[in-house]
């Protein structure tokens, strides 16, 4: 029996899981790794920490399975999207820190772009709206702020690439410098109608094309590991960004499919197809995936910057709870947030505000204020983060979405859910297996090994957990998302 290996590289930690031919997972592995936050806005993480924790969860989990390398059929990776690395192609040795997607050290230089003009242009060539979430101004900062290396790029010296890209670089012991086109959609470098690099904002952002990966397509064959590696060489048959990965872990294959990722941040797309919707309320239009020959495929998303991290901060920073699952008994102990409510906004607004300078606020505190009113207030105030991207999707497709389909860590809260679908109004569904983003790789990889056909094989594969029912009325969600408006204003005038 041949198996499939998928590399989930996320925010903060690592993890490999072993699936079987029917997609079902036999072991997984785990490690997190370093955060680091040099300055205020900055985020960075060390690159060749996230490769040996890849490398340690892979290996660990092929033992925990009982399995050898030899008998995994393919690999599918999947990794969080902008963060940016830049290294030496003989040393294979990173030259800086890794810039990881939240950091916001860019922001001034984006906004100069936005006040030049330059928005429009970008957003019909990429999709995106100028906010330094994004690679190409990351990258752009890089060979300036190291020494030589806007030299070295040209001279082909230094290779760069989001971490899908470090990895197979890593994976194939230096042989293979390949992205996939979710993943090239996201740095701001790529034509999303062409599916390749161009030339202008290349021109733009001052970057030489010689520092880039080649750009390859979803679930076919693209590269070798070395055998050292892993004990065989394994081909790698799918590289997907990780909400993309999602997307199609839940099998969000037709039209008007939306599904929510609840991981550090929040991540809501729609399929839209063969056809690019331009977002007319501060969406994003991105590429879905790219099945080997077939045409490009396209998805409107909404990105929130804090999400599960909100609760990470109730743990690690004001340490009202011991562990994350915590935050559900303690949010429990009270029927509402008691007037308190909560902005997560702790590195800006994403979607569709995208506003950088706006701050986290916890408003509504009185004397009554316990810790569960705090934690209550978490909750709410990520589920309005998401209510405010799909109320901008609804408008920019034209019609109302039936069910939202959820899935990441945070989704395994029924609290958290059940406050999501008394926001939306809509049907929560939740799959049996939260994972989709590992899930969605490990598909895309099987297709790539011909494990299966074509996608129709798949739907056997995801089965629900849970559907949650709203159960408020209209009327009171208006009231809901009145409140959570005037908190937006605060959040994003709180300097004032």
Partial sequence: MKYLLALDQGTTSSRAIVYDATCTALATA?????????????????????????????????AKAGISAAEIAAIGITNQRETIVL??????????????WQDRRTADYMTALAEGGKEPFIQQRTGLLLDSYFSASKLHWLLRAVPNARERAA??????????????????????????VTNASRTM???????????????????????????????VPLAETDADILGASVPVCAGVGDQQAALFGQLCVRPGLVKCTYGTGCFMLEFTGPNPVASRHRLLTTVAWKLGDAPLQYALEGSVFVGGAAIQWLRDGLKIIRSAPEV????????????????????GLGAPYWDPSARGVLLGVTRGTTAAHIARATLDGIAYEV?????????????????????????????????????????????????????GAAMMAGL??????????????????????????????????????????????WAL
């Fill in 155 to 180: 001279a082909g010296e230094l290779a760069a690439g989001t971490i899908d890209a470090w990895l197979i670089f890593k994976l194939t012991g230096g042989r293979a410098h390949a992205t996939d």
């Fill in 87 to 100: 290294w030496d192609r003989a040393t294979g040795e990173p030259v800086a820190p890794a810039i990881v």
């Fill in 189 to 219: 470098l790529m034509n999303i109608h062409a599916g390749d690099w161009d030339d202008d904002l290349l021109a733009l952002f001052d970057i030489p094309r010689a520092i880039l990966p080649r750009i390859v397509a979803n679930g």
């Fill in 387 to 439: 209510a405010d991207l799909l109320l901008a999707m609804e408008k920019d497709s034209g019609h109302r979405v039936s069910t939202l389909r959820v899935d990441g860590g945070a989704s395994a809260s029924d609290l958290l859910m059940q406050i999501q679908a008394d926001q939306l109004g809509v049907p929560v569904e939740r799959p049996r297996n939260v994972e989709t983003t590992a899930l």
């Fill in 30 to 62: 785990q490690r997190e790794f370093t955060q680091f936050f040099p300055q205020p806005g900055w985020v960075e993480h060390d690159a060749l920490e996230i490769w040996r924790s890849v490398e340690a969860t892979a290996r660990e989990a092929i």
């Fill in 448 to 493: 790539g090994a011909g494990f299966w056909s074509d996608v129709a094989d798949l739907h056997a594969v995801r089965a629900v957990d849970k559907t949650f029912q709203p159960t408020t009325t209209a009327a009171q969600r208006r009231a809901g998302l009145k409140t959570w408006r005037k908190a937006i204003k605060r959040a994003r005038g």
């Fill in 328 to 347: 559900n008994t303690l949010a429990a102990e009270v029927p509402d947030a008691g007037g308190v409510m909560l902005v997560p906004a702790f590195t």
